[in-house]
């Protein structure tokens, strides 16, 4: 099974269907993480001003994941909703029809394969072997002089300056595998696609006479 790759491009809300001199607008995430504290910790220090960035860390997994990003987007107007799950140890037909299922519902995936620490680790190297979580983890306390937790909530900032590195190196992970199969792509994420959005989203807005919509 392989994802389209129609998930990762933008789409609009249809209240903005509306001449506004072409000025650009802010687009609306919601962010619906697996996890409770790694990825909401580390996705909610992209906010800037103008920029929304909603995250919900629901403590779901997979399948029942995608479920509730559906439900919570009908509780708001948002132009990309995003699930961010990892393989970890669930079976490969569980974690690929998750990703199919957002697909189908018009929602982008983040996804790990093992970790979510995998995309933490490419800010340093570029990793083509599989290892464990626990390999991650040791590998991260090298990196950063100082033992990493999944709760630190400067995450973020120790690894801001490294970010283009990191989107090379995942980019270069998926390139690797033809043709993709999210379950068995060990190595591999797609947490890339969701920072290139959000760094995009928090660019200066064009500006016109009537000045800047936010």
Request: aromatic share 12%; proline share 5%.
């Amino acid at each position: 099974m392989k994802p389209s790759k129609s998930q990762f491009l933008p789409r609009k809300r249809a209240y903005m269907d509306r001449q506004i001199d072409a000025v650009e607008v802010r687009q609306r995430f919601l962010i619906v993480c697996e996890g409770k504290k790694t990825e909401p910790q580390y996705f909610k220090r992209f906010r800037v001003p103008g920029l929304i960035v909603e995250v919900e860390g629901i403590g779901m997994n997979t399948l029942t994941l995608v479920d509730e990003a559906m439900k919570f987007r009908k509780g708001g107007e948002y132009d990309q909703v995003w699930c961010v799950f990892d393989k970890d140890d669930f079976p490969i037909e569980n974690f690929e029809n998750a990703i199919q299922r957002a697909v189908d519902n018009d929602i982008y995936v983040a996804y790990s394969n093992q970790a979510f620490e995998l995309w933490y680790v490419l800010h340093f190297e570029y990793l083509n072997s599989a290892i464990d979580r626990k390999a991650y983890m040791k590998k991260l306390n090298d990196y950063l002089g100082f033992e990493y937790k999944k709760n630190d909530p400067n995450i973020y900032k120790y690894l801001q300056c490294k970010t283009d590195t990191a989107i090379r190196n995942a980019k270069r992970l998926i390139q690797n595998y033809h043709p993709s199969r999210p379950g068995k792509d060990d190595p591999s994420t797609t947490v890339y696609q969701l920072v290139i959005s959000l760094r995009e989203q928090a660019r200066p807005l064009s500006r016109t006479s009537k000045g800047v919509i936010n």
